[in-house]
T-cell receptor, first 114, second 111 residues
Framework: DGGITQSPKYLFRKEGQNVTLSCEQN?????MYWYRQDPGQGLRLIYY???????QKGDIAEGYSVSREKKESFPLTVTSAQKNPTAFYLC?????????????FGPGTRLTVL | DAKTTQPPSMDCAEGRAANLPCNHS???????VYWYRQIHSQGPQYIIH???NNETNEMASLIITEDRKSSTLILPHATLRDTAVYYC????????????FGTGTSLTVIP
């Protein structure tokens, strides 16, 4: 069954702690993305990666870090420098091709910082 | 900068066609129009995309005006399961594969 998995679905952390969100895909997609969504808002791009060992900052990268050591995996670390980390985090992947690039999304992780 | 404008909310009677408009007046010639939808607390789902011709698939139809400055997503027979937020997105060319999601249109299908 091909798809994108994110774990866990719900995550609670104390303020000041770093936390890493998992994203794995078995679609053989080169590109992967992390978005953040706040209540009643659209998605905002945090980081994206078009190839292994390379990634680019999105619009709201401050306070976040990523790695792309394997094609299948693109973990996101929410650091203590992120001022308002409580949000719904979505991971996506796509092929890299001129023209149609449908993004496939995971189910999301809802992070609550107490 | 989402580059698209959508009404914040719409209602539609179950069984009727839902027509969701989107303005993208600054669209470039090589930019596609994509539609995604997001059911509450789930990841967005791809619906359809187009460049300049009208498109139809098993989920919906996409009508793009001749000047490409606006488009309409049509769900021909809306069901309660179509209640969701619908995002109209213009794919930014030459900057990788970034998609810019605005706030979308919250569609409520009424029984």
């Amino acid at each position: 069954d091909g798809g994108i998995t994110q774990s866990p679905k719900y995550l609670f952390r104390k303020e000041g702690q770093n936390v890493t969100l998992s994203c794995e895909q078995n679609l053989n997609h080169d590109a992967m993305y992390w978005y953040r969504q706040d209540p009643g808002q659209g998605l905002r791009l945090i980081y994206y990666s078009q190839i292994v060992n390379d990634f680019q900052k999105g619009d709201i990268a401050e306070g976040y870090s990523v790695s792309r050591e394997k094609k299948e995996s693109f973990p996101l670390t929410v650091t203590s420098a992120q001022k308002n980390p409580t949000a719904f985090y979505l991971c996506a992947s796509s092929i890299v091709l001129a023209g149609h690039n449908e993004q496939f999304f995971g189910p999301g992780t809802r992070l609550t910082v107490l | 900068d989402a580059k698209t404008t959508q009404p914040p909310s719409m209602d539609c009677a179950e069984g009727r066609a839902a027509n969701l408009p989107c303005n993208h007046s600054t669209i470039s010639g090589n930019e596609y129009v994509y539609w995604y939808r997001q059911i509450h607390s789930q990841g967005p789902q791809y619906i359809i995309h187009g460049l300049k011709n009208n498109e139809t698939n098993e989920m919906a139809s996409l009508i793009i005006t001749e000047d490409r400055k606006s488009s309409t997503l049509i769900l021909p027979h809306a069901t309660l399961r179509d209640t969701a937020v619908y995002y109209c997105i213009v794919r930014v060319a030459y900057t990788g594969n970034q998609f810019y999601f605005g706030t979308g249109t919250s569609l409520t299908v009424i029984p």
